[in-house]
């Protein structure tokens, strides 16, 4: 929950913000962070709570995510403190938390999700002032109430929570976590005790690879873009920020539609794919065969040095998408992008992507599929001044994609 003193700038913090020691120039860079005047807002959203995760082995996801991406552990919820059926690990870095939860009891509702859909977000948990405002401009505008507010507390403090459901089987916690004027001090939530890693950075590790969480991409059904563009609409209040269709997002062999919804401040940003007819099959039905329907396709990371987060990632054995040369040998692209903060030949080395809109300018890059489906992947962006995401770069993208689909044999 933000505090309760407003910036010369009209925005405030969230407490995971100034917990991570970021400042608005950061945030507005880092993100794209914009004002708005929450008091006109029918839902209005703080920002990112946690992004929840059903994976098959949580114990060693959590592991995965403090050795190889750096992240911190900071909670944790199972059988030796009351959780009986799984396990769940709460770790952070910089403003963004993610939760790990893995079944430990066969009868774990976990162990079924995880069977449709393999490992993959289940919750997109987002932090708000007033969960009952939130709830009744849900149960008004006609969304399915999966979880009514309830308060719960430890000796840290009260949360106050709900939940509603979005596409697939993927649902928003809402969480309030100021009530009655005090902010929860837990590590995370009531059930969950803080956790110390046994795990110990090598010598020179940077502090933290990625600082926020730009944007989560969401896959749906053929014709059912435009009616969760509508649910958001609607429901939250997220305005429309940008519309990709046609030759904008195709290649010679597939094609898909997007369209890009955001909250108030645009702390939170869903861009909502679903796939277009075309001669072959797309990474969007890629996905949705795998996964079993709809779900988060990948979450952008946001950092403010994309040269030394890949550098490090790659040290650690992360693996992203190839990018042919061809793509930095282009005289269009070099007179499309101008200057940007580092040489041509650094993001070619890399293999990192360039795009420019009448903003400024982003550099972005993807990694491979996280785990054995093809299904959830991250991004991680960088921007200076833009407020896209990387239309330019699209065909390159999909095309790179497509390499690895026809790899796979699923193209």
């Not at 939860?101 to 977000?121: F, I, M, Q, T, Y």
């Not at 309830?150 to 993927?170: P, S």
């Not at 990018?323 to 070099?334: K, V």
């Amino acid at each position: 929950m933000t505090d309760t003193t407003t910036t010369s700038d009209r925005i405030d913090l969230t407490d995971q913000e100034r917990d991570a020691e970021l400042d608005l120039h950061q945030l507005k860079q880092l993100v794209g962070l914009v004002e708005y005047d929450e008091s006109t807002d029918p839902f209005p959203v703080t920002g990112w709570d946690a992004i929840v995760f059903v994976v098959g082995n949580a114990t060693m996801a959590a592991h995965y995510y403090q050795s190889a991406w750096g992240m911190e552990l900071v909670a944790y919820a199972g059988p030796e403190n009351g959780t009986k059926d799984h396990k769940a690990f709460v770790l952070r870095s910089g403003s963004i938390r993610f939760v790990v939860k893995g079944a430990v009891s066969p009868d774990s509702p976990l162990v079924e999700h995880h069977a449709r859909h393999g490992d993959g977000v289940v919750d997109i948990a987002l932090e708000v002032p007033d969960v009952d405002v939130c709830v009744e401009q849900a149960r008004s505008a006609g969304a399915t109430i999966l979880q009514e507010p309830v308060e719960l507390t430890d000796d840290f403090g009260t949360v106050r929570m709900a939940a509603i459901a979005t596409y697939g089987e993927t649902r928003h916690s809402l969480v309030q976590r100021v009530v009655d004027g005090t902010t929860y001090a837990g590590p995370y939530l009531p059930g969950f005790q803080e956790a110390q890693s046994t795990f110990v950075k090598r010598d020179g590790a940077p502090k933290r690879l990625f600082q926020a969480l730009d944007h989560i991409v969401g896959n749906v059904e053929l014709g059912k873009m435009e009616e969760w563009v509508g649910f958001y609409n609607k429901v939250m209040g997220f305005t429309n920020m940008a519309e990709f269709i046609g030759d904008d997002i195709a290649t010679d062999y597939s094609a898909l539609m997007s369209k890009v919804v955001a909250n108030g401040n645009h702390r939170v940003k869903f861009p909502l794919n679903e796939p277009a007819v075309a001669k072959k099959k797309s990474q969007i039905d890629e996905y949705l065969e795998f996964y079993g329907g709809p779900g988060a396709q990948h979450l952008a990371l946001a950092t403010n040095d994309i040269l030394r987060t890949v550098d490090e990632l790659r040290r650690e054995g992360v693996e992203f998408l190839a990018t042919p040369d061809a793509y930095y040998e282009d005289p269009e692209l070099r007179s499309r992008i101008g200057e940007v903060r580092v040489p041509i030949e650094e993001l070619q080395r890399r293999g990192i992507l360039v795009d420019r809109d009448e903003d400024g300018y982003l550099l972005q890059i993807f990694t491979r599929p996280l785990g054995d489906r093809p299904t959830v992947f991250f991004e991680i962006i960088e921007r200076h001044g833009s407020l896209g995401f990387g239309k330019g770069n699209f065909k390159a993208l999909f095309e790179s994609i497509e390499r690895e689909q026809d790899k796979r044999g699923n193209l």
